[in-house]
């Protein structure tokens, strides 16, 4: 019957379009085609109003003007630095999810590590703020017990961004941990130890090799969140904050200069690429299987 | 390391010790935001002057505006309900087809398609909100220059709001639902075929209702991401502000405990959200 076979066929494609349409107008109209746009407007230059050329002015300004790549350079060492904070901060925490803690108390335990999160990173910022700045709680009850003779600002430090970020942080490193420490099988840590292994050997031999997955997982995510993020540092760090973003919102919101914007916008791009590339280079791991373990 | 193992006492206190710090890191700015939300001072900051309900009920006669009379506040929120409302029915739309494409439909190209789908989430949420902005300006300028036609919903405002925030979210959405997608049991499907369903039957009554909970737990993701959203937000909102960004100019003012009063309140919404989602989960695992 080929006339049935036609319209299955007919049929097929018709179903295949449908779907495939949506995904298009996706991925082409709003990340391809903007960024294709996003990287035409960093390599031009106005000449005149309405009159462009093609140039790398933008570019030679990034690295010209200090000002541009030494936040930059700051903003990448802070963010690398807040990432391995929060690994060492969340590594214990999803090791007793994983294995220390039992049944309830293990679900319960990884449950209220999560509920800070489905909170705003506003509200979560103003808490900071309210525990941290002059008039604050945390300076005053400092006073209060004789530690500072004054109320000292907590606010407006390199340090009060990094805990901000690290708190931010937390549950982006925590869940894939806890992923790969429950598929760690206990007799491997029980036969290590019954052969004489001590802590720190089995720590380095067994546990990090098995969990190295989850813990690029984790540090791709939060460092890329971390070089994204706006709210946090210019909120915690107020005109100290000194974060690359900053300087985008000012090039494109503020001074209206998209040319320089999109160039800004371009090398923070590439930078989070670059680390997200290097990460699952190190960790031999493909791209699609870190994303759905995240 | 783990309990079938003998564990000095020192660890054992050390743990509890390192969990304890580690919950009072987590809950401290919390609690704080909520207490503060309560005391009888213009400003959320120690000494504690009295309990009152000011900054929920106050209106402008008692000279302290509450949550509840400041129309700037709740028209926010209602603006980051309707974004939100409009992102989560977009996301859940494109991500169930995208979620029958990548699991069912076979055509060249589906692996860089597959790819393609994840690169929204490794792109920072500021280089988004950019690129949108300068793609759809240009679109408008085009308009504008060629036809004369003015087309506002490509300046900033809600519209690209919406859009930025769907460009990351659809992409968690699919990932949600093509997961359960991929351990549906297909035979399924054929047995309602072979009993003479149509195919559009069989989707409605057999499939859809198997995708149910990653339907929802997907729009519910989605409402609170786009609620939440910050970044990419920022760079596209025009005159409208939703509720993020409205807090974030008031918070570099130095702010009245009304935002307090309003962050309890998303406090409660979203741990009601969660606790209606945990319920739903556990019975529909029982």
């Known amino acids: 019957m080929p006339d049935t076979t036609m319209t299955v066929n007919w049929r097929r494609r018709l179903v295949l379009a449908l779907l495939l349409a949506p995904a298009l107008l996706w991925l082409v109209g709003l990340i391809i085609l903007p960024h294709v746009d996003l990287a035409l407007l960093s390599f031009r230059e106005r000449v005149a109003p309405r009159e462009y050329v093609p140039s790398l002015a933008q570019y030679r300004t990034f690295f010209a003007e200090p000002l541009y790549w030494h936040v930059f350079v700051r903003t990448a060492l802070l963010s690398a630095l807040a990432t391995a904070l929060t690994l060492a901060v969340a590594f214990p925490i999803a090791w007793v999810i994983a294995k220390v803690a039992r049944g309830r108390a293990s679900a319960l335990l990884f449950m209220v590590c999560l509920i800070p999160f489905w909170v705003s990173e506003t509200v979560r910022t103003l808490g900071w703020m309210i525990l941290l700045r002059e008039s604050g709680v945390l300076p005053s009850l400092l006073t209060h017990l004789g530690i500072t003779a004054q109320p000292v600002e907590l606010l407006y430090h390199d340090a009060t961004i990094l805990v901000g970020l690290v708190y931010t942080s937390l549950l982006f490193m925590v869940v894939p941990l806890v992923g790969s420490f429950e598929s760690l099988d206990n007799e491997l840590i029980e036969a290590a130890y019954d052969l004489g292994g001590k802590g720190g050997a089995i720590l380095r031999e067994i546990v990090i090799p098995h969990a190295a997955p989850g813990i690029t997982a984790g540090c791709i995510v939060v460092f890329m969140l971390t070089l994204g993020n706006y709210l946090t540092p210019t909120l915690l760090g107020g005109k100290n904050s000194q974060w690359f973003t900053e300087q985008l919102y000012t090039q494109f919101i503020t001074r209206f200069n998209w040319e320089q914007g999109a160039a800004l916008g371009f090398l923070l791009l590439g930078l989070s690429t670059a680390m997200v590339w290097l990460g699952l280079k190190l960790s031999g791991q493909r791209f699609s299987d870190v994303m759905r373990r995240a | 390391m783990i309990p079938s193992l003998p564990r000095p006492a020192w660890l054992r206190t050390a743990t509890n010790l390192y969990v304890g710090a580690f919950l009072v890191f987590l809950f401290v700015p919390l609690v704080v935001v909520a207490v503060f939300a309560f005391n009888d001072a213009p400003y959320p900051a120690p000494p504690w002057h009295g309990f009152t309900l000011d900054w929920f009920l106050g209106n402008e006669s008692s000279g302290r505006v509450g949550l509840f009379h400041d129309r700037e506040l709740l028209g926010s929120i209602w603006t980051s309900t309707l974004v939100a409302l409009c992102v989560t029915a977009l996301s859940v739309a494109v991500g169930a087809a995208n979620a029958f494409l990548m699991e069912r439909a076979t055509f060249p190209g589906k692996g860089v398609l597959a790819v393609l789908m994840l690169t929204p989430l490794v792109i920072p949420g500021v280089i988004l909100g950019i690129s949108i902005l300068a793609f759809a300006s240009r679109l408008a300028d085009f308009a504008s220059d060629t036809f004369g036609v003015e087309a506002d919903f490509l300046r900033p405002g809600l519209p690209l709001v919406v859009l930025g925030q769907f460009s990351y979210i659809v992409a968690i959405a699919t990932l949600t639902i093509s997961a359960r997608l991929k351990r549906f049991d297909r035979t399924l499907e054929d047995a309602a075929l072979n009993l003479g369903a149509s195919h559009a039957a069989v989707l409605w009554n057999v499939t859809l209702p198997y995708l149910r909970p990653a339907l929802i737990g997907a729009a519910a993701i989605a409402f609170l991401m786009s609620f939440e959203n910050f970044n990419t937000t ?53």
């Open chain 2, 234 to 286: 920022l760079m596209l909102v025009g005159a409208d502000s939703p509720l993020t960004i409205m807090m974030y100019g008031r918070m570099r003012e130095g702010a009245t405990p009304v935002l307090n009063a309003v962050s309890l309140f998303l406090m409660v919404a979203s741990a009601l959200l969660a606790l209606t989602l945990m319920r739903r989960d556990s019975r529909a695992r029982r």
